[in-house]
């Protein structure tokens, strides 16, 4: 037996990047995945159909987060995705992966309040009311896994509200692990260092191979090399860890 079978999960923004192959992931070891996406509605049905493709099971859901009314809208598809699979709400897993980054960085002498806001709309308060919303229906046994970023602990300045959203999550799951272990539900961060998610970028050879050379492997990461950490999280196997901060970076916070 696989080690999510009869569990359900979500995992935001998994129409590309590190939430598809989580969500792949999740789905192979068993879980019913509620494909969420923003914008890219036919990525998200290719998620889906990567997930029917090995056998598993999922739909998608959209909302568009750091909008008002976005929680509401996020749970009234999740919900009805769910019930029309298994007859009620259970969310066993959540995964608070969605994000909006700047490729490139914005100096912070140019950033504006507008920037500033979009950041923590989506990167932080989105999370927060989605974890607030979601723990009415995780059960005992539930896991909530919080995609933070390596930037939390290296200094860059061009990212540097980015990198504070992520400080904001890991501040989410720092203290409401202690109020959440009661009911046997963890929650964890998880940080990538820089991951191959498919845009454009990374098609440059010579943009790879400088980003490689910050981690210790000297390569770029791939969605998989996160989503498998964000998977072990998710299984009854990680049990005894909550609270943490996990290191997904192949080594390059070693200095
Ligand atoms: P991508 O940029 O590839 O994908 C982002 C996902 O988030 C998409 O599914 C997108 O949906 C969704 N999304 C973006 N904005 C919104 C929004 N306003 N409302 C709802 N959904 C939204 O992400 P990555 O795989 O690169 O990153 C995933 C997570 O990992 C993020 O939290 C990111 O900060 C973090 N991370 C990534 C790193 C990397 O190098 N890739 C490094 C460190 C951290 P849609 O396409 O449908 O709009």
Redesign the pocket.
Known sequence: MSRLTGKTALV????????RATAVRLAREGALVAVH????EA??RETVELIEKDGGHGFTVH????VPGDVHELFLGLDKGLKERTGDTTLDVLVN?????SATGILPEDLTPEQFDTFFA??AKAPYFIVQRALAQIPEGGRIIN?S??LTRVANPDQVAYAMTKGAIEQLTLHLARSLAPRGITINSVA????D???AVFGIPEAVEQMAQLSAFKRVGT?GDVADVITFLATDEARWITGAFIDATGGTLLG
């Open positions: 935001t923004g998994s129409s590309r990047g590190i939430g996406y923003a914008a890219n990525a998200a909302a568009e987060l750091g992966n969605a994000g909006v980054t989506v990167n995609i970023s390596g990538p260092g820089i991951t998610n498919g845009s969605a």
